[in-house]
T-cell receptor, first 110, second 113 residues
């Protein structure tokens, strides 16, 4: 079946550093979504991407829909302690259902 | 606040029992999705309803069932519960179907003892 590979699985960074994570797929996706989940809470939508090559920002967050439509990345600039959480990518293939990556757990040291 | 509500927030029950989880979608959303999240499995899609009808099915066990009512709220029924059913259960909603962005509720944490 279709799979999403999200990396890295976890990151430990210093406050103020930039962060980059990505997702790749063996299939073409029509939509890429990035969510953040705090412990015990539901995933919260950060950025939605609908076109190949699209680059979208939300504050310190920037995400891009890869040209091949098989990948996406999320960058966080100047990280702060409240960025801690698990970040999920999700992709929507043609005629299929939303598929989630396994998540990237981000820890930020003050 | 995503606009999606779920009740209850926590549920503790025993093996063999049956529980019902409830979800109210965002105002105007027609699609409701159910997901299970356990520590070692990530987010697993269970089932989707669109305007009262089942639209897509994922890794949902036969012991589980769902429905969407005319007022568009949805219920997920879990029966003959096993220890391994302990997980967070999320509901998400979207506007008109699979191509719409999904917004998640706060989840129900189910603990089976």
């Amino acid at each position: 079946g279709q799979q999403l590979n999200q990396s890295p699985q976890s990151m430990f960074i210093q406050e103020g550093e930039d962060v980059s994570m990505n997702c790749t797929s063996s299939s073409i996706f029509n939509t890429w979504l990035w969510y953040k989940q705090d412990p015990g809470e539901g995933p919260v939508l950060l950025i939605a991407l609908y076109k190949a090559g699209e680059l979208t920002s939300n504050g310190r967050l920037t995400a891009q829909f890869g040209i091949t439509r098989k990948d996406s990345f999320l960058n966080i600039s100047a990280s702060i302690p409240s960025d801690v959480g698990i970040y999920f990518c999700a992709g929507l293939p043609t005629g299929g259902k939303l598929i989630f990556g396994q998540g990237t757990e981000l820890s930020v040291k003050p | 606040d995503s606009g999606v509500t779920q009740t209850p927030k926590h549920l503790i029950t025993a093996t063999g029992q049956r529980v019902t989880l409830r979800c109210s979608p965002r105002s105007g959303d027609l699609s409701v999705y159910w997901y299970q999240q356990s520590l070692d499995q990530g987010l697993q899609f269970l089932i989707q309803y669109y305007n009262g009808e089942e639209r897509a099915k994922g890794n949902i066990l036969e012991r589980f069932s769902a429905q969407q009512f005319p007022d568009l709220h949805s219920e997920l029924n879990l029966s003959s519960l096993e220890l391994g059913d302990s997980a967070l259960y999320f509901c998400a909603s979207s506007g008109t179907g699979l191509t719409d962005t999904q917004y998640f509720g706060p989840g129900t944490r189910l603990t089976v003892l």
